[in-house]
């Protein structure tokens, strides 16, 4: 959610269907255009998706999961 509201407010509601929805081919239009805007979109979702695999990881680490926890150990290393 926190994503969605920082690029609407970046990228415009130009970007949105009706639903509400993120047009993916819009959103796009707008960013792959510009180099400046798609450094902006990327220092919003990086971190956002480097934290949601970093919780993810803890989780199933609390979980017990040890096939995914021994699979995700390396990158692990590279999400620091």
Not at 28 to 37: E, H, L, T, V
Not at 46 to 71: D, G, T
């Amino acid at each position: 959610q926190e994503c969605y509201e920082q690029l609407v407010t970046l990228l415009g509601k130009e970007i949105l269907q009706q639903d509400g929805m993120i047009d993916k081919a819009a959103m796009a239009d707008r960013i792959f255009g510009n180099p400046q805007i798609l450094e902006q979109v990327n220092a919003i979702i990086h971190p956002a998706v480097k934290q949601y695999i970093l919780e993810q990881i803890n989780y199933e680490k609390k979980a017990q999961n040890a096939a995914f926890y021994r699979s995700s150990i390396a990158d692990r290393r590279t999400l620091r």
